[in-house]
């Protein structure tokens, strides 16, 4: 019978902490918590690598949010402001039966996760942009804390 030594173990948690480890994460905190329509939210993303790539993007939020799902547009565009992909994504924010918010959390803030794009379409050493914006029929959203975006491969 084999024993697992401690040094075993250590490799095995830096082989899985390492594999998960973003490429890019930035988050953007709403002033007063209001998230308004006219505003696109700008990631700026160099790749460093030509592998595919999923993108990951966080919504954090409060009891306030008025609905119970998020609709958000984004474009992902090139150095040269071409457009490479762009959707209407909708994240459910809070259970449609019951009302209870989706996500981690407690008390009155949570977080809702979703992998919205995955490509390998990206040239290695260039630089992208991320537009995103809400895409609900209000002019603005209260309840938004912050909208974060991961890309991870």
Known sequence: ??????????????????CSMPKYSNYYSFKDQIWHQDSSIVFNYNNLSNTNLKFEISISYSNSYPFQNLYASYSLLDSEKNIINTKMIELQLFDKKNGIPLGSGIYNNFVVDSIFLQTDQLIENEKYQLLVKHSMRENYLNGVIRLGISITD
């Open 1 to 18: 019978m084999r024993t697992i030594t401690l040094k075993s173990i250590f490799i095995l948690i830096f082989i899985s902490l390492s």
